[in-house]
């Protein structure tokens, strides 16, 4: 009973971690307008969404233009997140406690594009400080993970 109990620890505390952190509830319906649909997926950690978000407030499409916003979602898109999540496993009868992982989701890698306008972002000193090493940094990592740039993709039609 105890050995169970101890095996489905690690899942019932996986999915508290997702109440805690949200991901519960459910987005809402297609009533309530695409703009709070991909709030709510970009919030959610769907990189696709915080990259369309962070695009539509790059350029002011839908909603007010924010480029500080803007940079953040890139930032969030463009990054490694893992679908490991640590959960601490107390002791029983006086043994110490174990800290286990558990897989949650998919690994996520960054998304290109995403590297990519961020880089245009510290390039141009919009939304984030001008900072062209950063800049000419993350575009090189866009570059890396197979992203070519518009001006690219022309030449090659």
């Known amino acids: 009973m105890i050995r169970a109990l101890l095996l489905a620890l690690p899942l019932l505390l996986g999915g508290c971690a997702s109440l805690l952190l949200g991901q519960a509830r459910p987005c ?43 940079a953040q979602l890139y930032r969030q898109a463009a990054s490694f997140t893992s679908g ?6 107390p002791g029983i ?18 998304l290109a594009e995403a590297k990519y306008r961020l880089g245009l972002l510290y390039l141009a000193g919009r939304g984030v ?19 070519r740039p518009p001006s690219e993709r022309k030449r090659a039609a």
């Not at 490991?84 to 496993?89: A, D």
């Not at 400080?129 to 570059?143: L, S, T, Y």
Request: proline share 9%; net charge negative; with cysteine.
């Open 28 to 70: 809402p319906g297609p009533a309530a307008g695409a703009l709070a649909m991909l709030e709510c997926q970009a919030g959610r950690g769907d990189k696709p969404a915080q990259l369309e978000l962070g695009i539509r407030l790059e350029e002011g499409r839908g909603i007010a233009a924010d480029p500080e916003r803007a």
């Open 84 to 89: 490991t999540i640590w959960v601490y496993v």
């Open 129 to 147: 400080p001008r900072d062209a090493a950063e800049g000419q940094e993350w575009i090189r990592k866009a570059i890396e993970a197979g992203y």
């Open 93 to 110: 009868n006086g043994a110490a406690g174990t800290v286990m992982p558990v897989r949650s989701a998919p690994d996520q890698p960054g």
